[in-house]
């Protein structure tokens, strides 16, 4: 058994990482296919293959469980891991240290318990309950708080942007210099889509290609997108332009350079980006968070039932 001891955020990550040119010399059958089990990140028939390979050569059902987390967890599918919280549950008391391949207590088990039943109620919009199992699983496991804390976070967001109007009447200043007033720019459109950008995000510029992919889906169907330089210093925006000359295509939509007084960054809570926030027309804010959560879709699909997700190459 291997037991690992870092927080649920860093597991993916250090799955990939331990790789080495033959990285199951030595490992029996048994072994290996656990191993790829718990490593398969690529689809769900991918892992779903993974699983049913390491069930044949005896994998537990435990460590089956705990591959369908983690590879839940790597890719932010909170909607699938809500649905897996009667599974934990049925298991909580059935659990056997002997048997798991991640886990080196059994309180950090205990821990990812009441972490998806956490997600579950926040899902279902139950606060309380939502309250009790993340700081049940704080209580049991404190090192995996980081992995924990994000859904805090978003608790905390979605409440504050139920208090938030943007004011379409704004004017901003485009990257060319001119400037521009919101409500120009969502002339004849369903709703308003902010893009936080940075050139010197790593992320931003590795995922460059995938937001053009995807900005071109949505502006298509008739939702404005801008993206927004929370930093529209000199230096930020020669290096934004020297990003857009080493493309074969200019990004879609509009780019502006927020405002250093009362910012839409400030306003919107932007800590981090990417970030994207969709607004209707009536200024309130549908959704704020990652570009890669399933919920962004779901609202824009419900804006414009025309509008599907691009398959991405880069996987942010």
């Known amino acids: 058994m291997r037991c690992l001891t870092l927080s649920l955020l860093f597991l993916g990550h250090l799955l990939a990482e331990d790789a080495e040119p033959d990285p199951y010399a030595g490992l029996n059958p048994l072994q ?65 240290l002997s048997e798991s391949e991640i886990f080196g207590m059994r309180e950090d088990w205990l821990a990812v318990v009441e972490y998806v039943q956490a997600i579950a109620a926040l899902k279902n919009n139950d606060k309380a309950a939502f309250k009790k199992h993340i700081t049940e699983a704080f209580w049991l496991s404190p090192k995996q708080g980081v992995a924990f804390a994000p859904h805090i976070e978003r608790l905390r967001l979605d409440e504050s942007m139920k208090k938030v109007k943007v004011d379409f009447t704004r004017r901003f200043t485009t990257m060319d210099g001119e400037s521009v007033a919101l409500a120009t720019l969502v002339e004849n459109k369903k709703a308003l889509l902010f893009h936080f950008w940075s050139p010197w995000s790593r992320e931003c510029e590795a995922s460059i290609d995938d937001f053009i992919a995807s900005a ?13 330089l929370g930093d529209a210093s000199p230096e930020v925006i020669t290096d934004t332009e020297a990003i857009f000359s080493s493309l074969s295509k200019s990004p879609p939509g509009v780019w502006i350079r927020d405002s250093e007084k009362a910012s839409l960054s400030q306003l919107l809570r932007i800590q981090n980006v990417p970030m994207m926030v969709l607004v209707g027309l009536d200024g309130k804010v549908i959704f704020n968070g990652h570009p890669a959560e399933n919920r962004l879709w779901q609202s824009l699909e419900g804006i414009s039932p025309e509008i599907e997700r691009p398959a991405l190459d880069s996987g942010h």
């Not at 690529?42 to 369908?68: F, H, M, N, V, Y």
């Not at 071109?216 to 927004?228: G, K, L, P």
């Open 32 to 96: 290996v296919a656990i191993e790829q089990m718990l490593s398969e990140r690529d689809s769900p028939e991918a892992l779903e293959k993974a699983i049913a390979k390491a069930r044949e050569q005896g994998a537990s059902e435990q460590s089956i469980l705990e591959a369908r987390f983690i590879y839940h967890v790597d890719r932010r599918e909170d909607d699938l891991l809500a649905r897996m919280a009667p599974l934990f549950v049925e298991r909580r008391n059935k659990f056997d």
């Open 216 to 228: 071109q889906e949505i502006t298509d169907n008739d939702v404005a997108v801008i993206s927004v």
